[in-house]
Nanobody, 123 residues
Framework: QVQLVESGGGLVQAGGSLRLSCVAS???????TGWFRQAPGKEREFVAT????????YTADSVPGRFTISRDNAKNTVYLQMNNLKSEDTAVYYC?????????????????WGQGTQVTVSS
């Protein structure tokens, strides 16, 4: 069982930046680690994902050039750097890990989930 703990959320003004962190108890048997978000009244949506060694990343078309995913395996941590934040980025952000490498934008591909961290962007 892999446990994921997110941190780094908070309140930020539009145009500001935040870096989210996702610390795992053990990433050994996971393939991809991704970030999803869910705004009030909306479905959870894919944001970005990264493979086990950081060699492959995918980012949603809704956040082109503003969000960057990375990882530091020595720290068992995956990061989501979010720049030029907009009010529409307000959501609970979840970290999730998969054991497979297919259909990466689909939340059902991911079997381990964190509790989420709130990001609120004020305009």
């Amino acid at each position: 069982q892999v446990q994921l703990v997110e941190s780094g959320g908070g309140l930020v003004q539009a145009g500001g930046s935040l870096r989210l962190s996702c610390v795992a108890s053990d990433y050994t048997f996971t393939m991809y680690t991704g970030w999803f978000r869910q705004a009030p009244g909306k479905e959870r949506e894919f944001v970005a994902t990264i493979n086990w060694n950081g060699g492959a990343t995918y980012t949603a078309d809704s956040v082109p050039g503003r969000f960057t995913i990375s990882r530091d395996n020595a720290k068992n941590t995956v990061y989501l750097q979010m720049n030029n934040l907009k009010s529409e980025d307000t959501a609970v952000y979840y970290c999730a890990a998969s054991t497979g490498g297919y259909d990466l934008r689909n939340e059902h591909t991911y079997v381990y989930w964190g509790q989420g961290t709130q990001v609120t962007v004020s305009s």
